[in-house]
Structure formats: C-alpha cells, structure tokens
C-alpha cells in the first residue's frame, strides 16, 4: 500500500490499540475545542455587571414593563433556599454589555464556524486529517489566551478572538470524521465515534466546573488563561502519537493494521481521492434526513450548552459557584450513558440482531423525544430550583446518544466522503448557534421570566419534534451507491443481516 511505513509496535500500543490511543486523543482534542467554545458562557456570567444592566434596562424600557403579563411577574423566582440579593451585587463584574450585545458576543463564534467547514473538510480528505485536527486546536488555544487582552480593549477585541476560534473549531468535526473512516472497523464504528464524540461532553462539562472555580477565586480572566495553558500538552501528544491511517502509524502491531485494513476493504482510503458528487449528494434522501436532524439537534443542543447557564442564574437565581457545578452534572453521566449505548447498539449490530439503520434511528429516538418532554416538563415546574436542574440534566444526559445516532451517520452512508458529509450538515447545524443567543436575547429583554423562557422551550420542542419524524421516515444506514464515485468498481458491502426498512429490530 502507498506510504506504508514499518509497523513497529509499542508499550503503549501492548496496553492500548493504536486506534483506541487515536480515539483517546481524539477524545481529548474534542473536549479542548468544546471546552475553550463554551467557556464564555459560564465566564460571561461572572464578567457582566448585572446590577447595571438590569438598572439600565429598567430605565429605558419602562414601556416594556406594560407589555409584561401579570403571569410573567408572578413567574419571577427567588433565590434557592431563600438566598438575599446581597450574592448578586457581590458578584457584578466589569462589564456592561445588554441581553442583545450578549447574544452576539455568544454567537460570534459560530460566524467563523460557519465558513470554515467545507474547505477544511476538503484539505482534511485530500491531504492530512491529522495537521487540520492540530490546527483546530492550535488557533483555540492561543485565541483564548489572547482573550483577556483583547476583551479589556473593547468588545470588538472578544468578538475578533471568538471568530477565529470558530474558524478553528469548524475544522474538528470534518478531521475527526476522516479518520474515523480511515482507522474504525464497521463492526467498533458507533463505539469509537461515540468515544471520540463524547469528548465535547467531557469538555463541556470540564470547562464548566473550571469555568465556576476560576471566576469565582481569581476573576474571569483566569478562565482564558488556565483553560489554555493545561490544553497546549495535547498537541505534543497528537503530533507524535497519532498519523492519518494505520499504514502511516509506526507504533501499531502488524497484526491490528491488518485488521482494520482487511475489516475496511474496499472503504480503505486511496492515494487519489475522487472527487466529490456534489449532485448525487445533494439529491440524496439520507443525506437530507441527517442535514435536517443535525441542524434541529444542534438548536437544542445549543439551547443547553450556551443558554441554560443564563437561565439558571437570571431565572432560577443560583449563584455563579452554584450555577458552574449544577450545569456541568449531567455531563458526566451523559458520557457513561453515551459509550453504553454506543456499545451496545454495536454489539447487537455485530450479532446481526439489528440493522445499522435501526440502530441509528433509536439512538437518534432518543436524544429528540426525552429532550423534547424534559423541556415540556420545565415549562411548567415553576421555581422548583433543584426539580428543574433534574429535569434538565435528564433532557441533557439522553442527548448523549446523537453520538450513536445521526451525528455517525454520515460514515454509514458514504465513508469515502465523510468529512464533506460532516462539514455539509455541521455549516447547516451552525445556524442555529448563531440564532440561539440572538433568539434568547430578544425574547428575554428586560423580561427574564419562565413565562418568556416558555416561548424558547416551545420553539425547541417543535424542532425535536420534526428532527424525529424526519429522521425516523427519512434516515438509512445503508452505504450510498455514489459513495463508490470515481472508484474501481468493486463488491458492494452489505449493511446488515437483517432488513433495513423496518424501524423495529428483526431476528436474525
């Protein structure tokens, strides 16, 4: 095979198969993006000074408070066990920035994300996954650091650095999706993606409670600065450990390289990458139902990551210390449940007792209808602090199972095109991190109520609701004919054992 170096072995790899060490790490790099994304969110919450914003808000807005309802001001909750204001004004920070400006700051990121993706996925197919996963993390490390610099200047400055990690960090799903395709087995595919996906849990959930404990002990600079010192060891790491397939890793056993090569087959990648089918693509049923199950998951999945933090402290009025550790708990359950799931959907797939479709179908079941009733449920607990923060880390530990569902769909379908199927949906999937803050902040100015959360948790529901319908309807497992484009012709691979047009699993 082209580029095919001396399989060496390793310590390391006697311990850890060299594609779980890629997993791992892979894992790890998720988790830095994913962290140094959401970090504003929580450190957002320790910088802006509430007492002046709310005094200004009141001020200029006096006729809004007439278009308040009785049923919003009788909605207004207090502190949990009874907690004074007093906590409030202690924790004001620097700046004065309204619910409007917020929003954007909060989705600048996802301006950058937005045009990165596609051509990032096309360097990541044609000439190295691994270099583009390196840049990804690369420009988010040193944009965080700069963060505290650039804020003070002006929030122009914040908006600049968030822009540029969003170019970065547009690039990791892309990355990550070609070496999966070129190093996971069919039979371990769900498992390794969800434990290299799992990662944007762990980091979110890290960068949370890190997030909290910085802020509150040594201001919300520290934030930036901590969380991008601890994520520079990573790339050392994956420069050395981790090479674009197993014909170019030296520290992996010729026994594992010739199985994922044999288990492959004709998926393994070739020197000339053909070139993509953008027509075939784009008339694809399957690829649509991911396309619109990816782009209606992420808008709850949003709602989660970025807002929830807010509604915590501006409705349920936890403090910030309090807000970090009840916002980042259902992370941690969220990723045992995600690898469970991953692996025991690829089991029953490896034993042929289901299909590859139905095993996509019910986790994508999963992370849409418990969501979708969780956040049904809140519109109507009231105040009930700690019953809320339950019901949302329900709703947030059964979204884990989108790493089993559409979001490893796109490997299924085509795996020869997988990083431009994953850019394609995730550019789609970006808009709604851009609407979510702005959405939030209109609907929330000068009413941070649950009778205007209500309206957020509406629309959320009905977009759960349609990611269901059209992925259930609409979704397959089944590889592509186009994916073979431009190929040798060759036996096409079978899906499953068992038929694919079912929605409930068949025996074998």
């Known amino acids: 095979m082209p580029d095919e170096v001396p399989a060496k072995g390793s310590i390391l790899g006697k311990l850890v198969p060299a594609r779980y060490v890629l997993a791992l790490l892979g894992s790890i790099g998720m988790a830095i993006v994913y962290g140094l994304k959401v970090n504003l969110s929580v450190a957002m919450v320790a910088m ?24 919003s001001l009788e909605l207004e909750c207090s502190p949990p066990g009874g907690a004074s204001n007093v906590t409030a004004k202690v924790e004001d920070g620097p700046f004065i920035w309204s619910e409007p400006l917020q929003g954007i700051l909060l989705s600048c990121y996802f301006w950058g994300y937005l045009v990165s993706q596609i051509p990032l996925a096309h360097v ?23 963060t505290p610099v650039f804020t003070n200047l002006h929030y122009g400055g914040l908006i600049l650095m968030r822009v540029l990690e969003g170019i970065g960090g547009g690039a990791s799903f892309p990355a990550m999706h070609v070496m999966i395709a070129s190093w996971a087995p069919p039979t371990e595919r769900m498992v390794m993606s969800t434990i290299i996906y799992v990662g944007t849990s ?3 959930a890290l960068s949370i409670l890190l997030a909290g404990v910085c802020s509150a002990q040594w201001g919300w600079e520290s934030v930036f600065y901590v969380m991008g010192a601890l994520s520079c060891i990573w790339m050392l790491l994956w420069v050395i450990l981790v090479q674009d397939s197993p014909n170019k890793q030296r520290f992996i056993s010729p026994e594992e390289r010739q199985m994922i090569n044999s288990s492959l087959g004709t998926e393994q990648k070739v020197d000339h990458h053909p070139s993509v089918p953008w027509i075939k693509i784009l008339k694809s049923v399957p690829f649509w139902a991911i396309l619109i199950a990816h782009t209606c998951s992420n808008f709850g999945w949003y709602m989660f990551l970025i807002e929830i933090p807010f509604y915590m402290k501006q409705v349920l009025k936890f403090n910030v210390a309090s807000n970090a550790a009840l916002s980042a708990l259902p992370y941690f359950p969220m990723i045992i449940f995600s690898i469970c799931l991953g692996k025991l959907l690829d089991s029953l797939q490896a034993k042929g007792k289901i299909s590859t479709t139905f095993a996509r179908k019910t986790a994508t079941s999963i992370c849409t209808l418990i969501p979708g009733a969780c956040l049904l449920a809140l519109c109507y607990i009231g105040c009930q602090h700690y019953e ?14 989108m790493f089993s569902g559409f979001l490893s769909n796109h490997i299924d379908i085509a795996p020869n095109f997988a990083g431009t199927l994953v850019a394609l949906t995730n550019t789609a999937a970006t808009l709604p991190g851009i609407v979510v803050p702005l959405f939030v902040g209109f609907v929330t100015k000068g009413n941070q109520t649950i009778g205007a959360w209500r309206i957020i948790f509406g629309v959320t529901i009905v977009l759960f609701a349609l990611e269901f319908l059209v992925f259930v309807f609409l979704g397959s497992g089944k590889e592509q004919p186009w994916n073979k484009s431009g190929l040798p012709r060759a036996p096409e691979a079978k899906d499953e054992k068992t038929p694919l047009k079912e929605l409930s699993p068949t025996k074998p």
Request: with cysteine; aromatic share 4%; hydrophobic share 50%.
């Open 202 to 204: 762990a980091g979110t």
């Open 124 to 146: 990541a197919e044609n000439f190295s996954a691994k270099w583009v996963m390196l840049f990804s993390v690369a420009i988010n490390v040193v944009c965080t650091l700069l």
């Open 388 to 401: 809320a923060v339950t019901i949302m880390s329900v709703g947030i530990v059964a979204m884990g199972s």
């Open 48 to 71: 802006l000074n509430h007492s002046a914003i709310k005094a200004l808000s009141d001020e200029s807005g006096k006729s809004s408070l007439s278009n308040v309802t009785k049923e």
